[in-house]
Nanobody, 119 residues
């Protein structure tokens, strides 16, 4: 089973940008879904970006996040990144990387990285 380690979180001012990275313990080219969720305290995780390895499917973002969030899969170094622009205080959350090896499989999660947007 793949292991995932997130990095890149931190404190950012509103309007700033941040790049989160997720490093996998093995080759990710065969992993069907890779992406990111975020979680607010006391709430369920919500999907913020998802990439599919088909080569034809476009990445998925919730409508409310389109244009500010960009996911990229880098098979050469087994990483998935999440670029976030124009950060807002409501983006403050714990961000988790996930991997789903094939459709309907159980996801594997990283430990999470905290993003705090505050002046």
């Amino acid at each position: 089973q793949v292991q995932l380690v997130e990095s890149g979180g931190g404190l950012v001012q509103p309007g700033g940008s941040l790049r989160l990275s997720c490093t996998a313990s093995k080759n990710i080219s065969s992993i069907y879904y890779m992406g990111w969720y975020r979680q607010y305290p006391g709430q369920q995780r919500e999907l913020v970006a998802r990439d599919t390895n088909t080569g034809t499917d476009l990445p998925y973002y919730p409508k409310s996040l389109e244009g500010r969030f960009t996911i990229s899969r880098h098979n050469a170094n087994n990483t998935v990144s999440l670029q976030i622009h124009n950060l807002k205080p409501e983006d403050t959350a714990l961000y988790f990387c996930f991997a789903i090896s094939q459709p309907f499989a159980t996801p594997t999660w990283g430990q999470g990285t905290q993003v705090t947007v505050s002046s």
